[in-house]
């Protein structure tokens, strides 16, 4: 299986959850400013987490999520993290679905104050996907 992480953070804790992930996944975290984040092949999943910054998530992100295309991505699963809102997944999904992108209904959230302790959860949760 093709399975691809990228990820926007700002002040490294949505990259510690992309990380994680990463490591489930036998792959890389890709942040999405990276000239490595585009994907070359086709992925069957594709990772893709970002963070809530005044109720709207980075222009970096919003730009690489309009790079990509239903025909490069099977399925993506969202995930993010904040002080307190969950809404950067809906946004996220929003701009995926937009692109008739096939998004998992399942996503992976923490506050920023319990990224500390996410790992095993983290791992738990990646391993169902890979
Ligand atoms: C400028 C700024 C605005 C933020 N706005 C929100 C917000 O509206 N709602 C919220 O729940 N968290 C908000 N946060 C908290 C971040 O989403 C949170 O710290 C997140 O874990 C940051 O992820 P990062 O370390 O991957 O950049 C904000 C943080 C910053 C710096």
């Given at each position: 299986m093709n399975v691809a992480v990228r990820y926007y953070s700002r002040s490294g804790n949505t990259q510690k959850v992309a990380d994680y992930i990463a490591e489930a996944a036998g792959v890389s975290a890709v942040s999405v400013d990276s000239k490595d984040a585009a994907l070359t092949e086709k992925v069957d999943v594709l990772f893709i987490g970002g963070a809530l910054y005044a109720y709207g998530i980075d222009d970096n992100l919003k730009k690489y999520l309009n790079t990509l295309s239903?025909?490069?991505?099977?399925?993506?699963?969202?995930?993010?993290?904040?002080w307190l809102s969950k809404h950067a997944l809906d946004v996220i999904r929003k701009a995926l679905t937009e692109k008739g992108i096939t998004v998992e209904s399942e996503t992976l959230y923490f506050k920023s104050k319990a990224v500390e302790s996410c790992k095993e959860e983290t791992l738990r949760f990646a391993r169902k996907y890979v």
């Open positions: 239903s025909d490069k991505v099977g399925k993506a699963v969202v995930f993010s993290t904040s």
